[in-house]
């Protein structure tokens, strides 16, 4: 299972609650870190949480700023970015593969 550590970025980001929901139902683990408004906040709740990813909801210019600057400090963790107006659910729908393992039966 994937350990996703999802953050809002400069600003609580309407598209956090439903992209956590469908990364929940694609069969991640999704924890929500909220709002994380420094680096120093985002670096220590991978730190703590020791996610796969990190998905970063941003929605302004600071908040895609923040992105850039912590991408770099956060060793064997990828950060991704996601436009708070995406469409979540054709962005799930459009990314989702099938697992490689028969007996999931599922895509995700």
Do not use: K, N
Request: hydrophobic share 45%; net charge negative.
């Amino acid at each position: 299972m994937t350990r996703v550590v999802l953050a809002e970025l400069d600003g609580a980001q309407p598209g956090a609650l439903p992209l956590g929901r469908a990364l929940r139902d694609t069969g991640a683990e999704v924890i929500h870190a909220g709002v994380l408004r420094t680096a120093a906040e985002l670096r220590a709740t991978v730190e703590q949480e020791d996610p796969d990813v990190v998905v970063a909801v941003v929605g302004s210019e600071p908040g895609h700023a923040l992105a850039t600057r912590v991408a770099g400090e956060l060793p064997g963790v990828p950060l991704l970015t996601f436009p708070t107006d995406t469409d979540v659910h054709e962005w799930v729908a459009g990314s989702a593969i099938c697992a490689t393992d028969p007996s999931s039966q599922a895509c995700r």
